[in-house]
Nanobody
Framework: QVQLVESGGGLVQAGDSLRLSCAAS????????MGWFRQAPGKEREFVAA????????YYADSVKGRFTIYRDNANSAVYLQMNSLKPEDTAVYYC?????????????????WGQGTQVTVSS
């Protein structure tokens, strides 16, 4: 079993930055690929970014490419999402997810464990 706890969300203005953190516990974090997803009111959960077990490979949704960066610290069992140049359309609940496979996927069904989410609100 893996427990994931997100933090770092908040209310910011367009153009601002935020860094989301996801603390993992319970099993061997360094063996798992990790992902960030988000869900806005009335919309389906969508992929944001993913990172391989080593951190050597990353993958981003087109909507955040060039603005968001995913990275991980295996020594401290954490994964981060640095979000720059935030836009109102980035407003959503952001979820951290883990899968016990080393390679990444953008498919939500490919992840076995999920955090409770952290709210990000970007005002115009």
């Amino acid at each position: 079993q893996v427990q994931l706890v997100e933090s770092g969300g908040g209310l910011v203005q367009a153009g601002d930055s935020l860094r989301l953190s996801c603390a993992a516990s319970g099993r061997t974090f360094s063996k798992y690929a990790m992902g960030w997803f988000r869900q806005a009111p009335g919309k389906e959960r969508e992929f944001v970014a993913a990172i391989s077990w080593s951190g050597g490979s990353t993958y981003y949704a087109d909507s955040v490419k060039g603005r968001f960066t995913i990275y991980r610290d295996n020594a401290n069992s954490a994964v981060y999402l640095q979000m720059n140049s935030l836009k109102p359309e980035d407003t959503a609940v952001y979820y951290c997810a883990a899968r016990d496979i080393a390679t990444m996927t953008s498919v939500p069904q490919g992840y076995y464990w999920w955090g409770q989410g952290t709210q990000v609100t970007v005002s115009s």
